[in-house]
């Protein structure tokens, strides 16, 4: 990511030691004229630089609160600040700060590429800048494009075109709703190695995502959002270290026909015809510790051959999340 | 022009009035307007060519002068008023409603550009196209009859101010519209016939009562009226009731679009 491209957020960043969110929204809930009620009294802040996923089955109302930050749902009630300008009072200056790449591939399919990126830096009053039009193009692989007219490209080019469009006027922060819904793998990787290099020039990310593994692999920090309410917002290590769950299996010698009364300390499971011993704990577990039960089953004489552990997901924790306030 | 947001992180958000970004919409939408240029301007140059034919020169011959003036002369601004409104209105509803249509409009909503900006950004690109328009039928019609212009300052004023609340109704159309059939069926089905019924091919002074009465209650009467006036110094109406009937509709327009905007009206959940 070239130096221009990085001086839209960069300098908040250096500047305090603890900067005010870029974007702050309190009290938020949206009814629409049906009656349904998409969002229900969500407040967050989203912090300067950061890769935040918000995360949410369909329907969660994840593209609501993006569409009211972006400008383009009205909200019930509440209040949305970007960069400290409130997003109705001053909405000129909330939205210059913000790019929105949405879901759909909204394009003009007519248009050529370098026109309709030229056309998104004007919209948002900007002075025509050709230079950076083109360090924007070749940084998302699309100079080569940039005369063709965007109905002759591919899917994942016309992805890469809205994200140009929503950078042409130096965003401080970037929307991003499911970029890599229906993508193939290599193109995938490609938009998170783009969104990685947008957050190191101190861009701030917010993305949706059905991809769970996405937004492991991304963000810094994560939030649920579950039939218009957010229900988790957490850093990702933190939430996997909290909410995840670990899991030891003994691959014993010999099969047990039983679990012994020694081990009744440890919630143990005997598997695979008695001949695996598994124990689920969480990640701050002090008591009933692996080396403890090592030990124990050493002093049973049980002997075993092998031993393997595994941390759960995130999309497990997900999972966990969404279905336990069923 | 008072557009400042400097590049990079320093921003000055002190924009007044987005300039920049209407000049974008205007000149997105006049590009259209060049990439079609052949039909834009073909079909009614053509067809405008064949009303000539037909009723100036084979049915005109045979008819007498209208307060003086030949049949093919009189019909030159009914003429130019028809293809004004209907354009008027189906650039106007298409313009916005495309994008609608496409989701493109997304982008729009979220710049920041106040809802005058983008409505005189759209109205602006197709008050534009059929002044365009008007006056390349002008250019055709002197052609064929000879055209003489009385009052060409009111002329020009009348026309654009034709073409902007025309393009403004355009506008609520193409807004208010679900589908392209919905986006046709105004200028169709609504201001064709209340044009070809008002005058623009005669003078309502021809009609016998009642319809001479009824023919009081189409709005277009007044319109064609009044562009008429400024050609030959004559009109069904008198000129200044003309000019108040076309400023009621601008402002009931103007109305209109400003509460489209104020509610979100199929812009904005």
Redesign the interface.
Known sequence: MSD?MA??????LDAAPAPAPIISISGLTKT??SGLTALKDVSLEIRRGEIFALLGPNGAGKTTLI?IV?????PSTGTVLVDG?DIVR?????????G?V?Q?L?????ETVW?TVS??R??????R?PA?IEEVLKSLSLWEKRKDKIMTLSGGMKRRVLIA?ALA??P?VLFLDEPTAGVDVELRRDMWALVRRLRESGVTIILTTHYIDEAEEMADRIGVIRKGQLIVVEEKTQLMKTLGKKQLTVHLQAPLAAIPAALGDWKLVLNNGGTELEYTFDANEEHMTVPALLRRIVDLGIEFKDLNTRQSTLEEIFVNLVSERR | MS?V?E?????N?T?GF????V???YR?EM??FR?TLWQSLATPVITTALYFVVFGSAIGSRMGTIDGVTYGAFIVPGLIMLSVLTESLSNASFGIHMPKF???I?????????AFEIVLAYVGAAATKSVILGLVILATASLFVPVHVLHPVWMVAYLLLVAAAFSLAGFIIGVWAKGFEELQFVPMLVVTPLTFLGGAFYSIDMLPEPWHTVSLFNPIVYIVSGFRWSFYGTADVGVGVSLAALLVFFLVALALVWWIFRT?YRL??
């Open positions: 221009r001086l839209a957020a960069r300098q908040p629409y004229a569409s972006c400008g383009l749902v009205t300008h001053e909405y000129r200056a909330a939205r210059a700060c913000i929105l949405p759909e909204h394009t003009d399919m007519f026109d056309f998104s004007s919209l948002f009053g900007l002075a800048d950076y469009k006027h130096e401080k | 557009t947001i590049r990079g992180g320093a921003r958000e924009l987005n300039g920049r970004g000049l974008a919409i997105f590009a259209r990439r496409t989701g493109t997304y982008e729009v909503l979220s710049a920041p550009i106040s979100g904005k959940s």
